[in-house]
């Protein structure tokens, strides 16, 4: 039988050659655009997606997967042959989607060794802590240290990032900390961090009046 499993959500945006190369296995998220639903995969490229982004008359929000798809894929890595299965979601300090993966894997608990991961990131840096698990699960690591590995590497990344615009962040309930900074301020340039060794949220910790700055 096979040891163990990788799931991570669609967020991560690991390519599809990384995907088959560790066999990681994704759980695709809902993007809705006004009435229609969309999933993220629908986009092979990401620049196609902000073409439409951009082109749309009402802007998408995002939803977590559903319970059902969490379980079929799960289901999946038990008919596969996995022993153990480690769930990597993007960070539970704004999205749903860790909570979902953890009720699933509480489901299925008597069937497999599961454990629900929060990356407390999301993006590229949830995406590095399912590549460096599944590398190390193809290595024979075991089930304890590839945790203890995902641990460490969560605890020691810092993310500081800068968006043009805040509106999105702002509708979306995306930003925790540092209202007070931007509020009434829709015209500067926030520099935002993701507070990885918190609640894993998006704070604003800075600003700047162009981008140059």
């Not at 802007?59 to 079929?72: G, H, R």
């Not at 769930?87 to 999205?95: D, N, P, Q, R, V």
Request: proline residues 2%; charged residues 25%; contains cysteine.
């Amino acid at each position: 039988m096979k040891k163990t499993a990788i799931i991570v959500d669609s967020s991560s945006y690991i390519n599809n050659l990384d995907l088959q190369k560790y066999h990681i296995y994704k759980i695709d998220d809902p993007v809705i655009f006004g009435q229609k639903v969309y999933h993220e995969s629908d986009w092979p490229d990401n620049a196609d997606f902000y073409r439409q982004m951009k082109e749309a008359s009402v802007q998408p929000t995002t939803s977590q997967p559903s319970l059902a798809d969490v379980e079929k894929t799960i289901q999946q890595v038990i008919d596969d042959g996995f022993q153990q299965a480690i769930i990597i979601t993007i960070s539970s300090g704004f999205s749903g989607t860790y909570q979902t993966a953890f009720s699933a894997a509480e489901k299925f608990a008597d069937k497999l060794k599961i454990v629900a991961w929060d990356s407390k990131i999301a993006c590229a840096g949830a995406g590095n802590q399912a590549l460096m698990a599944a590398r190390s699960a193809q290595a024979g690591v075991d089930f304890q240290t590839i945790l203890d590995r995902l641990k460490e590497q969560r605890s020691t990344t810092d993310v500081f990032f800068v968006v043009d615009s805040i509106k999105h962040l702002q509708r979306t309930g995306r930003l925790s900390g540092g209202q007070a900074l931007i509020a009434g301020l829709l015209s500067i340039k926030p520099i935002l961090r993701i507070d990885t060794n918190k609640e894993g949220k998006i704070d604003a910790v800075a600003k700047e009046r162009k981008m140059s700055g």
